[in-house]
C-alpha cells in the first residue's frame, strides 16, 4: 500500500499566477498581450510575413485584422485564467523605449502526473538572429519550472528551421524524437523534430525495485 501511494502521490497545488505577471531578463520583458500592442504587433506581422509564413499553420485572410487581434487576446486571457496556457508579448526594453519583438507561449499546460506545457514562439523578421527569442525561452522555461512546478517543457520544430533548433540547443533542449506528418504548416503535413527539457530543481522518482 505504501509503494502505490508513492508511485502515485500528487505534485503539491500551486496557486495561478496573476496575469499581470511580467518576465524580466537582461534585454527582454515577456508580458501578458494587451490591446494597445495592437499597432505594434500588426506592423510586425505584417513586415515579417514572408519570413513567418514557411513555419507556421496557414494565415487566415483576416489573419492581421484588428478583430482576430482581439479574438486571439479574449482566447489567451481565457487560457491564462484557467491555467491551460500563458501567451507573453516579448519586448526589448533595453533601448530609449520598448519595442514589440514578437510572442512566445507555454501551451498545453498538463498538472496531475503529466506536470508539463509545450512551447511556441514567433520573433519579427528585424529581431531575429540577435539573441532575444534565447532569453524570452530561458525565461519561460523558469518561470514553468519555478512558478508553475513543472517537470517537463516540450517544444518541436521542422527539420530545417535552423535557427529554432539553434534556439533550444542554447537553452538547454534536447532533440528526443522524429514525428512525420505531425502538424499542419502553412497547408500541408509536416514533419517534426521534438525536444524536451527537463526541470532541472526536481529529483526524478522512482519507485524501488523488488
Known sequence: MDFIASFFRMPPARSQPPLDTQLIGPRVTLRMPESEDWRAWHALREMSRDYLTPWEPEWPSYALTYGYYCSLLRRQWRDWRSG??????????????????????????????????????????????????TEAVGLVCDFAFTRLNLQRVEASCLPRNEPSKAVLRRCGFDQEGYAKAYLQINGKRED???????????????????
Do not use: C
Request: charged share 10%.
Open 84 to 133: 491551460k496556457a500563458y501567451a507573453f508579448a516579448v519586448l526589448q526594453h533595453n533601448g530609449p523605449r520598448p519595442v514589440f519583438l514578437g510572442g512566445i507561449t507555454l501551451a498545453d499546460v498538463q498538472l496531475s502526473y503529466a506536470q508539463k506545457g509545450t512551447l511556441g514562439y514567433w520573433i519579427g523578421q528585424p529581431h531575429a538572429g540577435q539573441g532575444y527569442m
Open 192 to 210: 517534426h523534430l521534438l525536444w524536451g527539457k527537463n526541470n532541472p530543481l526536481l529529483k526524478k522518482e522512482t519507485a524501488p525495485l523488488g
